[in-house]
């Protein structure tokens, strides 16, 4: 049915403008976290332990006295933190090391893809703990090994539309002289990269608050009196038959969160593909 | 001739693995400083630190560390537990069958989970439970799995008291109460694949169904369940079937959480208690076991794929 | 009812039309022609007539966004086609009416063996067990001249030649022993050799058979090859109706004239250049008012503008939808005609 279309279409553009709002949203009130918090997410107060909604405390408090809502609110910088590191380590050193590889070629570029397989067949989550075991449990190595977890895949997704590009432009390329050649071909290598590149950077940011989450719910991650909304489940699990609301707040933000991440991926693709189908996902 | 394929794919796994092997090795030179001192602590004894650095080979060169770690590794030893001095493959290895009783559990759940739910989908077509269909797919692939788990563990135990939270039994000990202590794990760390399952086989089963050849079926007549089932579903299971293969090494990875939760004591359990006990020999270990699985089920998934698919040839 | 001379499949004012967010487009726009039996009967036109619409409407094969006026009557033996339930038009495709379509490597399934291929209608619509049906596929594979047959049964899609695939196309088609067979551009997509190979083998069967066949093609060398009689379509119309003879010697529609004069020709004066129709199809969803094929046409007055003309008896076997049909009287064509087409039998 032509309505039915017209309105699928809408729907799939508004997940996306959804998806993206929500994450604008977000780094706001990660930006602003301090000055948004009513009460201090590291406060303890152990007379009102586990308490529920009241006016002074939104969400209630946890098992320490602290504001739920507080900790909320500050945990989102974790998450924040953690996707624009999970996009910035691999776009600056992913990507450069990527497309050089491609535009190489050669015993250089099967060496370097040999390497990025051999990683990428690590587990992101076994990597991570590697990582934080060796350098230590905290919220920033917990990050710092995110990044690291997502350059492989950009640096082949780069190397991807590297090879594609000099295979189009190699012929009209060997036409120019040597110097004329190399930036030529970087000035398309970039456009086009771009639109695959930023499509899998919205991905990674989910990826990267699952994966942060895990990680910091394992107990490697933030630590107090850092927050995070995994560090949060997991304290909150203990309590779970006294208050199991306190683990659903941070779930639910997780969730979320990864929700707008994938919605907007996806109307990113969609949007950016010309011949990808919008009839059916 | 196909052995001639096997021997190619062979040889492009084995420099990953070697690759990989080296990543996994390089895990304790990331450590700042004295690794010994780091691992054991400022109270370490000059014994033990020796104890450990001989474990971990510190005072050799690097490749020659790596070489003595690699040959010790292939002939099945994995040094010993910094922490409790047991051989590393005997924990490993007596926790493998727990840890795979587990991800099989979970592959099987996502896969039929997934299979039901894509057919359903494209057979009912627009119809309720294609809309649930997707709605589980888009949630399944964002739920964070450890919360999954505790709201199964809220619902099923702590409330209804149908399933125990915690607790493992072996199939071989007791097949029901093995059923009835997996259910909730394998749900919780199956539930992602299931959705990524369902996703792509639901597009991928829609764009066969359109194609020419389920129109010559129609035009013999062929009922709509017979071209869904035997055309349709036959032509769109291939590229599913890769991507079966890399849920497996996401599960497993995936296992360090639900073990966790569940109490489970599988190889994931045992990672998490080595970092915690920097315990780096048995992380090691345990990390370089799942690898190798991981490396190994794909390259089976390759080859299942060339063999299901008969248009590949083999040379 | 009269059964010799009744038609095997009648279809009548059959107009298919598309809703869409700009307009109604309607690719085929009151569609009427008979088939009778033991005919080859070729539908011709350019790509976007309504041809291909017509032919996968007979057995309802069309997308589900095509939707039918309430006029459209497909009969077949009498019943309407078109009114039938899905379980009840399951039992005429592949059984009475079969197809055989332009592609066959993409109308194959390139993961079932071709013997399996050819045995499922034969499970379907004669029940029979899968032994007996592949014993049969083998004959059938031996009817469409599959050499070594006994072997390539087993074999898969893309292990044949494109020829090869189209013969096992047309033994699926044949299975159940069809009474008419819809073909839907057969040899398009094949070698100019192999065409006359497959053509050839289709003529034999229809007369081995006394099939009828329904051949959609944009070929005019297809067509005087194979068919008795010619139905041209533009713009989802018939716009002329006759024999092969009538067709290609006095051809009364422009736009069929328009056809035959832009077959290449071998001979002829060197240097002249290659003969088109002018102009383009007009976009369906701004169709001109009279008749459709007004800006193209040079013999068009002020009535073809703004009057739509029907289809007019205009002599034995021949009708043509023209304000000024050709109305070549006897003897040849023009001299651009039709020296090159053969019309052999």
């Known amino acids: 049915?032509?309505?039915?279309?017209?309105?699928?279409?809408?729907?799939?553009?508004?997940?996306?403008?959804?998806?993206?709002?929500?994450?604008?949203?977000?780094?706001?009130?990660?930006?602003?976290?301090?000055?948004?918090?009513?009460?201090?997410?590291?406060?303890?107060?152990?007379?009102?332990?586990?308490?529920?909604?009241?006016?002074?405390?939104?969400?209630?408090?946890d098992e320490l006295g602290r504001d739920v809502f507080s900790r909320l609110i500050m945990g989102s910088r974790a998450a924040i933190q953690s996707g624009a590191i999970a996009i910035l380590i691999p776009l600056f050193i992913g990507v450069p090391l990527g497309i050089i590889s491609g535009y190489l070629g050669g015993i250089v570029d099967d060496i370097f893809m040999r390497i990025v397989d051999g990683i990428i067949a690590i587990p992101a989550i076994l990597l991570a703990l590697?990582?934080?075991?060796?350098?230590?449990?905290?919220?920033?190595?917990?990050?710092?090994?995110?990044?690291?977890?997502?350059?492989?895949?950009?640096?082949?997704?780069?190397?991807?539309?590297?090879?594609?590009?000099?295979?189009?432009?190699?012929?009209?390329?060997?036409?120019?002289?040597?110097?004329?050649?190399?930036?030529?071909?970087?000035?398309?290598?970039?456009?086009?990269?771009?639109?695959?590149?930023?499509?899998?950077?919205?991905?990674?940011?989910?990826?990267?608050?699952?994966?942060?989450?895990?990680?910091?719910?394992?107990?490697?991650?933030?630590?107090?009196?850092?927050?995070?909304?995994?560090?949060?489940?997991?304290?909150?699990?203990?309590?779970?038959?006294?208050?199991?609301?306190?683990?659903?707040?941070?779930?639910?933000?997780?969730?979320?969160?990864?929700l707008a991440g994938n919605f907007f991926g996806d109307g990113l693709r969609i949007s950016l593909d010309p011949k990808h189908k919008l009839e059916d996902k | 001739?196909?052995?001639?394929?096997?021997?190619?794919?062979?040889?492009?796994?084995?420099?990953?693995?070697?690759?990989?092997?080296?990543?996994?090795?390089?895990?304790?030179?990331?450590?700042?400083?004295?690794?010994?001192?780091?691992?054991?602590?400022?109270?370490?004894?000059?014994?033990?630190?020796?104890?450990?650095?001989?474990?971990?080979?510190?005072?050799?060169?690097?490749?020659?560390?790596?070489?003595?770690?690699?040959?010790?590794?292939?002939?099945?030893?994995?040094?010993?537990?910094i922490f409790t001095g047991e051989l590393v493959h005997?924990?490993?290895?007596?926790?493998l069958t727990v840890t795979f009783q587990l991800v099989v559990s979970a592959m099987i759940f996502a896969t039929i989970g997934g299979m039901f739910f894509a057919i359903a989908s494209v057979y009912f077509q627009n119809s309720w439970i294609d809309y649930f269909a997707r709605f589980l797919g888009v949630i399944g692939s964002a739920i964070p799995n450890f919360w999954l788990a505790m709201l199964l563990v809220l619902l099923f135990s702590l409330n209804l008291h149908w399933l125990p939270a915690t607790g493992f039994t072996s199939i071989t000990k007791d097949p029901v109460q093995f059923l009835r202590g997996i259910i909730l794990p394998s749900i919780a760390l199956g539930a992602v694949g299931m959705a990524q399952i369902t996703r792509h086989l639901r597009s991928s089963l829609l764009e066969t169904m359109n194609s020419e050849y389920v129109r010559t079926a129609y035009s013999k007549g062929v009922d709509k369940w017979r071209a869904v089932m035997r055309h349709g579903l036959r032509n769109a299971m291939l590229p599913v079937v890769t991507t079966i293969g890399i849920l497996f090494g996401n599960l497993l990875g995936s296992t360090v959480v639900i073990e966790t939760i569940f109490g489970i004591a599988g190889m994931g359990q045992l990672a998490v208690n080595s970092i915690l006990q920097r315990d780096f020999t048995m992380l090691q270990g345990v990390i370089l076991v799942m690898v190798v699985l991981v490396i190994v089920i794909n390259f089976i998934t390759d080859v299942v794929y060339a063999i299901l698919d008969p248009r590949i040839e083999y040379d | 009812m009269d059964h010799v001379n009744a038609p095997l499949l009648d279809v009548q004012?059959?107009?298919?039309?598309?809703?869409?967010?700009?307009?109604?487009?309607?690719?085929?726009?009151?569609?009427?022609?008979?088939?009778?039996?033991?005919?080859?009967?070729?539908?011709?036109?350019?790509?976007?007539?309504?041809?291909?619409?017509?032919?996968?409407?007979?057995?309802?094969?069309?997308?589900?966004?095509?939707?039918?006026?309430?006029?459209?009557?497909?009969?077949?033996?009498?019943?309407?086609?078109?009114?039938?339930?899905?379980?009840?038009?399951?039992?005429?495709?592949?059984?009475?009416?079969?197809m055989i379509f332009q592609d066959p490597m993409f109308s194959l399934n390139p993961v079932h063996r071709i013997g399996r291929q050819i045995a499922e209608s034969l499970i379907i619509h004669r029940g029979m067990k899968p032994k007996e049906a592949l014993e049969m596929a083998l004959d059938l594979l031996n009817k469409v001249g599959i050499p070594d047959a006994k072997n390539r049964i087993n074999n898969y899609p893309h292990q044949l030649s494109g020829g090869m695939r189209q013969r096992v196309m047309i033994a699926l088609a044949l299975a159940c022993r069809p009474k008419l067979i819809i073909a839907d551009e057969p040899t398009t997509a094949l070698d100019v050799s192999i065409q006359a190979q497959i053509l050839d083998l289709l003529r034999e069967l229809q007369r081995?058979?006394?099939?009828?066949?329904?051949?959609?093609?944009?070929?005019?060398?297809?067509?005087?090859?194979?068919?008795?009689?010619?139905?041209?379509?533009?713009?989802?119309?018939?716009?002329?109706?006759?024999?092969?003879?009538?067709?290609?010697?006095?051809?009364?529609?422009?736009?069929?004239?328009?056809?035959?004069?832009?077959?290449?020709?071998?001979?002829?004066?060197?240097?002249?250049?290659?003969?088109a129709i002018p102009g383009t199809v007009p976009n369906p969803l701004e169709l001109p008012e009279g008749c459709k094929f007004v800006t193209r046409c040079g013999y068009a007055s002020e009535q073809c503008a703004w009057r739509e003309p029907a289809l007019a008896e205009l002599g034995l076997e021949s009708r043509a939808a023209c304000w000024h049909p050709l109305n070549l009287q006897g003897g040849t064509a023009s001299e651009n005609g039709t020296a090159r087409i053969h019309l052999e039998r």
């Open chain 3, 208 to 275: 081995e058979h006394n099939l009828s066949i329904l051949l959609i093609t944009h070929d005019l060398g297809v067509v005087a090859e194979t068919a008795d009689r010619v139905l041209v379509m533009y713009c989802g119309k018939i716009v002329e109706e006759g024999t092969v003879e009538t067709i290609f010697r006095r051809p009364q529609h422009p736009y069929t004239k328009g056809l035959i004069e832009s077959v290449p020709r071998l001979h002829g004066p060197i240097g002249k250049r290659l003969h």
């Open chain 1, 1 to 61: 049915m032509s309505l039915r279309t017209v309105f699928r279409r809408i729907m799939a553009e508004r997940l996306a403008f959804a998806g993206f709002i929500f994450i604008v949203l977000l780094v706001l009130v990660a930006i602003f976290a301090p000055w948004l918090t009513p009460h201090d997410p590291a406060e303890q107060n152990l007379s009102k332990v586990l308490k529920g909604w009241s006016t002074e405390h939104w969400l209630g408090t």
């Open chain 3, 13 to 98: 004012n059959l107009g298919a039309y598309i809703p869409t967010a700009r307009g109604i487009i309607r690719p085929v726009d009151g569609v009427s022609f008979q088939v009778r039996e033991g005919e080859v009967v070729a539908l011709v036109g350019e790509s976007g007539s309504g041809k291909s619409v017509t032919a996968m409407s007979i057995l309802r094969l069309n997308a589900k966004v095509i939707r039918y006026t309430p006029e459209s009557r497909i009969l077949y033996k009498g019943n309407d086609l078109l009114s039938l339930k899905d379980r009840e038009i399951r039992k005429i495709r592949g059984a009475e009416i079969s």
């Open chain 1, 130 to 258: 590697g990582i934080t075991a060796a350098f230590g449990a905290s919220l920033w190595n917990a990050m710092i090994a995110i990044g690291i977890i997502f350059t492989p895949q950009f640096a082949r997704l780069a190397r991807g539309q590297t090879l594609q590009i000099r295979k189009e432009h190699y012929v009209e390329a060997s036409k120019i002289s040597g110097g004329f050649t190399r930036w030529i071909i970087l000035r398309h290598i970039i456009p086009n990269i771009a639109p695959p590149i930023v499509v899998q950077a919205s991905f990674n940011l989910s990826y990267a608050v699952l994966i942060e989450a895990s990680v910091s719910f394992l107990g490697l991650g933030a630590h107090d009196p850092q927050v995070s909304w995994g560090s949060m489940i997991q304290q909150g699990y203990s309590m779970i038959h006294m208050n199991p609301w306190l683990i659903i707040y941070p779930g639910m933000a997780i969730l979320l969160t990864v």
């Open chain 2, 90 to 95: 005997e924990t490993v290895f007596s926790r």
């Open chain 2, 1 to 81: 001739m196909f052995l001639r394929f096997l021997l190619r794919r062979l040889l492009y796994v084995i420099p990953m693995m070697l690759i990989t092997s080296f990543v996994v090795f390089s895990f304790i030179l990331l450590i700042p400083g004295d690794p010994a001192l780091t691992i054991l602590g400022e109270n370490a004894t000059e014994e033990r630190l020796r104890f450990v650095r001989e474990q971990l080979g510190l005072d050799k060169p690097i490749p020659v560390q790596y070489f003595h770690w690699l040959t010790n590794a292939l002939q099945g030893d994995l040094g010993r537990s």
